[in-house]
């Protein structure tokens, strides 16, 4: 069976990676020259379901509870698995007591606690909240990575690609986030910053709370490390605001104060597709099954759609009945 993936974000790397595993001819379309500039290249790749229920519905620690074995499956050793550290200043204690009542499956820690965590840390904090069970990886490393290996199996891909014919395809998924034709999207973007700083060294993503502005910061190799927070609801492209690169630079440094003499790498921005609910969903549409709506979840909840829409489309194509009324619904 043969399968047209459009797209070659998070999304549709997943999904060509199940199809794959199942034994499908697939094909990878992407209108890029390559993999970067995507909302996947500049997400923060935190695989935090637990964290992520304070602010969003059960269904995400249902669907990402797995995903770190996913990804660790498909691409041993780029998962590290070393929970997230969620801390606040004095002054917003009633911030860190909120979240541990809004979330589950973490620990309370007390300054000396944090300090054996994250030795940089040490003495700036007086109480923390531990989630052991979460993990992080580089999406850009993962996928360059997974984009390889899909390649060395037979995975076609075809960038710059200006018209995704499907001729001969038997489905074709529709993987393409905020350029997909569905109805019901909003955009939210997304602002990040990469920075360099050699004098500090953390482990694991630490997410830093305030009323206003929470911030999350995500160690990278080489001291480099991913600052981001920002959701708006927005589909304006474009570089980062003035004002947003302020407030995450302002964040990083009440993280740490060695962040001020960081060098700023990278800025970038990237709209993310949702729904009204924010949960993503995998719908049929003739022979065209989508997958869309990851939100700020693409990491964590891609790997649960992925295996959603591989087994729907296995499953019409071993029910000749089922696969007739499909192909028939195509051309209505």
Not at 121 to 140: C, M, N, V, W, Y
Not at 155 to 178: I, K, Y
Not at 267 to 293: E, F, H
């Amino acid at each position: 069976m043969k399968v047209l993936v459009k797209g070659a974000g998070v999304a549709g790397l997943t999904l060509a990676h199940e199809l794959a595993a199942r034994a499908m001819d697939v094909v990878v379309t992407e209108t890029r020259p390559g993999l970067a500039g995507s909302a996947s290249w500049q997400a923060g790749g935190m695989l935090a379901p637990w964290c992520e229920r304070e602010s969003a519905e059960e269904d995400v620690i249902a669907l990402g509870a797995s995903a770190a074995d996913w990804w660790d499956e498909a691409l041993p050793g780029h998962v590290e698995r070393k929970g997230t550290l969620v801390l606040a200043q004095p002054r917003d204690a009633g911030e860190l007591s909120r979240f541990a009542l809004r979330t589950s499956g973490c620990s309370w820690l007390d300054g000396d606690q944090v300090g054996e965590l994250e030795p940089d840390l040490a003495g700036r904090f007086r109480r923390g909240l531990f989630f052991a069970r979460e993990a992080h990886l580089d999406p850009r490393r993962v996928l360059e990575a997974l984009h390889r290996k899909l390649a060395a199996t037979g995975v076609a891909f075809r960038f710059n690609a200006e018209a995704d014919p499907a001729e001969g395809a038997d489905f074709v998924a529709d993987c393409t986030g905020m350029a997909s034709p569905q109805a019901g999207l909003r955009g939210v973007r997304g602002e990040m910053l990469i920075l360099h700083a050699p004098e500090i060294a953390l482990s694991r993503p630490a997410r830093l709370l305030h009323p206003r502005f929470p911030v999350y910061v995500v160690p990278r190799a080489g001291h480099r490390f991913m600052v981001g927070a920002t959701m708006l609801e927005s589909d304006a492209s474009g570089p980062v605001t003035a004002r947003s690169m302020m407030e995450l630079l302002a964040a990083a440094c009440g993280l740490h104060p060695a962040f001020g003499e960081a060098e700023v790498v990278e800025t970038a921005s990237g709209v993310r597709p949702a729904y009204a609910d924010n949960l993503p969903r995998v719908q049929m549409d003739g022979r065209t099954i989508r997958i869309n709506g990851l939100y700020r979840h693409g990491f964590l909840l891609a790997p649960a759609m992925a295996r959603r829409a591989a087994a729907t489309m296995m499953m019409m194509a071993h029910d000749p009945a089922g696969k007739e009324e499909f192909l028939h619904a195509a051309h209505d």
